[in-house]
C-alpha cells in the first residue's frame, strides 16, 4: 500500500530524493513519516509531515539538511535529502498513520509501512 523508492549510492555532500507511493487516496487523510534503520540499529524518525502539508517536522540530526513534502493528488510524498552524511546510511522507510502528539516521532504512531530503500552514502 506504500511504496518507497529512489535510494541508491551517493557521494557525502550529495542528494537524493526519496519518493513513497500510497496505493490508496485515503492515505491523503494521514499523517506521513520518514523513518531509517542503520545496521545494527533501531528504527528512528526523520521528518513527519500531517495531512494538509502545512506542518512538518525533522529529527535534529536532519533539520536543515532535509525537507519533506507531499501532494496529496497523486498519493505522493517525497524527501529531499541534501548535504548527505555518510551517518544518513541506511534503509529509509515511508510510514502513515494518525499519530498524536507524543507519537508522532515513533514508529507506534505510524500504522501503515511501505518496503525500505537503501540509501549508502560514500565518504
Known amino acids: 500500500q506504500l511504496q518507497a523508492s529512489g535510494g541508491g549510492l551517493v557521494q557525502s555532500g550529495g542528494s537524493l530524493r526519496l519518493s513513497c507511493a500510497a496505493s490508496?487516496?485515503?492515505?491523503?487523510?494521514?499523517?506521513k513519516g520518514w523513518f531509517r534503520q542503520a545496521p545494527g540499529k533501531e528504527r528512528e524518525f526523520v521528518a513527519a509531515?500531517?495531512?494538509?502539508?502545512?506542518?512538518?517536522y525533522y529529527a535534529d540530526s536532519v533539520k536543515g539538511r532535509f525537507s519533506i513534502s507531499r501532494v496529496n493528488a497523486k498519493n505522493m510524498m517525497y524527501l529531499q535529502m541534501n548535504s548527505l552524511k555518510s551517518e544518513d546510511t541506511a534503509v529509509y522507510f515511508c510510514?502513515?498513520?494518525?499519530?498524536?502528539?507524543?507519537?508522532?516521532?515513533?514508529?507506534?504512531?505510524?500504522?501503515?509501512w511501505g518496503q525500505g530503500t537503501l540509501v549508502t552514502v560514500s565518504s
Open positions: 510510514a502513515a498513520g494518525n499519530p498524536i502528539m507524543s507519537t508522532r516521532t515513533s514508529t507506534i504512531g505510524y500504522r501503515y
Open positions: 490508496e487516496r485515503t492515505f491523503s487523510s494521514r499523517t
Open positions: 509531515i500531517n495531512p494538509s502539508g502545512g506542518s512538518t
